[in-house]
Nanobody
Framework: QVQLVESGGGLVQPGGSLRLDCKAT????????MSWYRQAPGSQRELVAERSRRGSLYYVESVKGRFAISGDHAANTWSLQMNSLKSEDTAVYYC??????????WGQGTLVTVSA
């Protein structure tokens, strides 16, 4: 079985920075797509950032220029660096993966709260 283990998150003031990390453990065949989603209270889960093994990147418009996704496909780890955080970034963040045989996995979620 594969598990995604998240770390990071917490409380930060507006304008501050946080880093989220995710590691795939267990019988990992290889991760093709590494992603971060978030879900704010009363809202649907949305894709925040994604990177593929081929090198393609995606960011939702609201985080462009502020967030950066990085990853190591050999180590099955990836991170989300979040800068210039705003109150509207407050949400539970989930790491997500699609492996080489198209199985999907989710992390347990970590709360990010941006508040003065």
């Amino acid at each position: 079985q594969v598990q995604l283990v998240e770390s990071g998150g917490g409380l930060v003031q507006p304008g501050g920075s946080l880093r989220l990390d995710c590691k795939a453990t267990g019988t990992v065949l290889g991760i093709d797509v590494m992603s971060w989603y978030r879900q704010a209270p009363g809202s649907q889960r949305e894709l925040v950032a994604e990177r593929s093994r081929r090198g393609s990147l995606y960011y939702v418009e609201s985080v462009k220029g502020r967030f950066a996704i990085s990853g190591d496909h050999a180590a099955n780890t990836w991170s989300l660096q979040m800068n210039s955080l705003k109150s509207e970034d407050t949400a539970v963040y989930y790491c997500h993966a699609i492996d080489v045989i198209n199985r999907e996995f989710w992390g347990q979620g970590t709360l990010v709260t941006v508040s003065a």
